[in-house]
């Protein structure tokens, strides 16, 4: 068997539910990224100065907390995972987080960190995800919606 200098991406499904889900930047990305686990029950922390009318909406509303500043070392206490996606050096939020033993997701560099966030697609119990590992997720978004067509049409003719 020949070995690889590069370690594969191993795609995983798992249940977020009660786990503490840090969100590190209040932005378009993290927004996608919240709203997308927020039926998986997972206890969500945002962790940002400013955020997203969207996302200011669920935190009046308690389904996310809201901690209105920046992040600091303590706010990894505790975290399953964490979501990075700020606009500036995101290199000693990922540290701290990281030395901590938090899983991270870095949107401004998805390879650099530990997890990646596929393109998902979901009827029901069927849920695909796609990804390129990292590399081009333009790529990965536009194969996602052509396989979405492909998987609803199957399944439309397999239910009748």
Not at 76 to 86: E, S
Not at 125 to 147: E, I, M, N, Y
Request: with cysteine; glycine share 8%.
């Amino acid at each position: 068997m020949e070995k690889n200098s590069e370690a594969i991406w191993v795609p995983l499904h798992f249940s977020l539910k009660d786990k503490p889900c840090l969100f590190v930047g209040g932005g378009a990305v993290n927004e996608r990224r919240i709203l997308s686990i927020l039926p998986s029950k997972a206890m969500i922390i945002l962790v940002a100065p400013e955020i997203t009318p969207k996302l200011a909406e669920l935190a009046h509303q308690g389904e996310i907390e809201w901690r209105r500043r920046p992040f600091l070392p303590e706010d990894a206490k505790g975290a399953f995972l964490a979501f990075v996606a700020v606009n500036g050096d995101p290199t000693p939020i990922v540290e701290v987080l990281k030395n901590k033993g938090v899983l991270v997701n870095l949107a401004s560099a998805g390879r650099e960190g530990d997890f990646l966030v596929p393109y998902v697609i979901r009827e029901g119990d069927v849920v695909v995800s796609v990804s390129t590992s990292g590399r081009d997720p333009a790529f990965t978004k536009r194969l996602g919606r052509w396989l979405r067509e492909k998987i609803f049409s199957f399944l439309r003719e397999e239910t009748g």
